[in-house]
């Protein structure tokens, strides 16, 4: 699927920026958003000229979450979003956390629920000091069917995690990156900056480096330590400019 007016694509350089694109509803979330969304992550995933994927919003978020408002009367049964929602949701968060790429949240302003678990599937978020996350299933009658009680406790402590879902209150990116939540923050002003310092320094490193720490990162979400330590050492990846980059050294 290629990219629409809602989900723009810019690539080049070995980086492809995806855009969420309803500034004027907060780039509220929709099916449609999230199919078009699902067939690029696709697509650039089977592009070795890319090496690192950016998703973010336009204007003044990167997303509010859900837009409750495109699922019409569709009744929401037990908290639940639905299949219509949470089938082509999934597919982008898995896209995101097991591509061979590197993926990057870059939290411009607005993060909410959904965003959230967007955000949280992704290798490194970077978000302005100023911008506003918050989980507010609770606040609505939700619950998580994205992967937020699976990661969120992964990255900020179960303590943590437990006090920022069960009150639905709001968080700046400055006090996301206090809980391990964000990698890097910088004054929504500088953050295009900041973004294009990250995205520099992670292409200037091995192609082949980067899929396996990739890999094996996630792989340490999905194992006990000893399994992992298993698989770490057992699994070969492809990787071939070691020599080239060690000739200084030898």
């Known amino acids: 699927m ?3 007016e809602e989900v723009l694509v810019d690539q ?14 907060l780039n509220a979330i929709t099916p449609t958003m999230l199919e078009t969304l699902g067939g690029v992550l696709e697509g650039l995933a089977a592009e070795d000229s890319v090496r690192v994927v950016v998703l973010t919003g336009s204007g003044r978020a990167f997303s509010a979450g859900v837009d409750l408002k495109a699922l ?3 009744e929401l049964v037990d908290g639940k979003v639905g299949d219509i929602l949470d089938l082509p949701a999934r597919k982008v968060t898995t896209l995101l956390s097991t591509m061979p790429k590197v993926t990057i949240a870059k939290v411009n302003g607005f993060c909410f629920t959904g965003a959230l678990e967007l955000a949280l599937a992704c ?16 606040k609505f009658g939700l ?16 303590a943590a995690a437990r006090e920022l879902s069960l009150t639905a209150r709001n968080f ?5 990156k206090t809980l ?4 890097r923050t910088a004054p929504l002003a500088e953050l295009d900056g900041a ?9 200037a490193n091995s192609v082949g480096s980067l899929r396996s720490y990739k890999d094996l990162y996630h792989q340490t979400m999905e194992m006990p330590l000893t399994e992992a330590l298993a698989y770490e050492a057992a699994t070969e990846y492809p990787i071939d400019d070691t020599a080239e980059r060690l000739a200084d050294f030898r």
């Not at 290798?123 to 609770?138: L, R």
């Open 2 to 4: 290629t990219a629409t």
């Open 12 to 25: 080049g350089n070995g980086l492809a920026t995806i855009t969420l694109n309803r500034p004027d509803a």
């Open 72 to 74: 019409g009367d569709r």
């Open 123 to 138: 290798d490194v978020i970077i978000a302005a000091e100023e911008a506003k996350f918050g989980d507010t299933h609770a």
């Open 143 to 158: 619950r998580p069917t994205w992967g937020m009680s699976q990661r969120l406790p992964r990255l900020v402590g179960m």
């Open 172 to 176: 700046t990116g400055a006090e996301a």
């Open 180 to 183: 391990g939540m964000v990698a």
């Open 195 to 203: 973004t294009t310092d990250l995205v520099e320094s992670l292409l």
